[in-house]
């Protein structure tokens, strides 16, 4: 079946360093979605990429998907403690199923 | 305009039990996904329901079922509860296959 790996599984920073989370799927996908979980929290979807090479920008956050559709990466520049939180990255699977990465929990020291 | 609710917030129960959780969609939405999401992990598909029908189920036993109903709310089912089944819970609605948004989930504690 579908596998979706993170990279890495914790990051810790200093405020204002920068972070990058990276996905890899086993298989080529539609789409990549990205959501972000607070401590305590539910996961809160980011933003989609569709298209191959894509980037998206929500301010410090850079969202990239590969040219073969089967990768991703988020990318937060400056980090700010309102950045905790834990980063996945999901894919579909047949119609319907999303399927998630275990997620890369990023910590930020004041 | 109400997001995705889920009830209750907190359960506590004993191996053998069943439970049953409760979603309600955000408005317009009429598609609703179920998720368990272990401590440490990424949240797992358990099935979707659409049209008051399942149509697609994750690798999840029959242990686990569901309903949605016509005004697109559902429940998730459990029976004989697993010491395994602890986790968080996770109800996410859309309309048709558009972006999915997820309630606040449903702590269950199998003791």
């Known amino acids: 079946g579908q596998q979706v790996m993170q990279i890495p599984q914790y990051q810790h920073v200093q405020e204002g360093e920068d972070f990058t989370t990276y996905c890899n799927s086993s298989?080529?996908?539609?789409?990549i979605q990205w959501y972000k979980q607070r401590p305590g929290g539910h996961p809160v979807f980011l933003i989609q990429l569709v298209k191959s090479g894509e980037v998206k920008k929500q301010k410090r956050l850079t969202f990239q998907f590969g040219e073969a559709k089967k990768n991703s990466s988020l990318h937060i520049t400056a980090t700010q403690t309102t950045d905790v939180g834990t980063y996945f990255c999901a894919g579909p699977w047949g119609n319907y199923k999303l399927t998630f990465g275990k997620g890369t929990l990023l910590t930020v020291n004041p | 305009d109400a997001g995705v609710t889920q009830s209750p917030t907190h359960l506590i129960k004993t191996r053998g039990q069943q439970v049953t959780l409760r979603c309600s969609p955000k408005s317009g939405h009429d598609t609703v996904s179920w998720y368990q999401q272990a401590l440490g992990q990424g949240p797992q598909f358990i099935f979707q329901?659409?049209?008051?029908?399942?149509?697609q189920r994750g690798n999840f036993p029959d242990r686990f079922s569901g309903h949605q109903f016509p005004n697109y709310s559902s429940e998730l089912n459990v029976n004989a509860l697993l010491l395994g089944d602890s986790a968080l819970y996770l109800c996410a609605s859309s309309w048709t296959q558009e972006t999915q948004y997820f309630g606040p989930g449903t702590r269950l504690l199998v003791l």
């Open positions: 298989t080529t996908l539609s789409n």
């Open positions: 329901y659409y049209e008051e029908e399942e149509r």
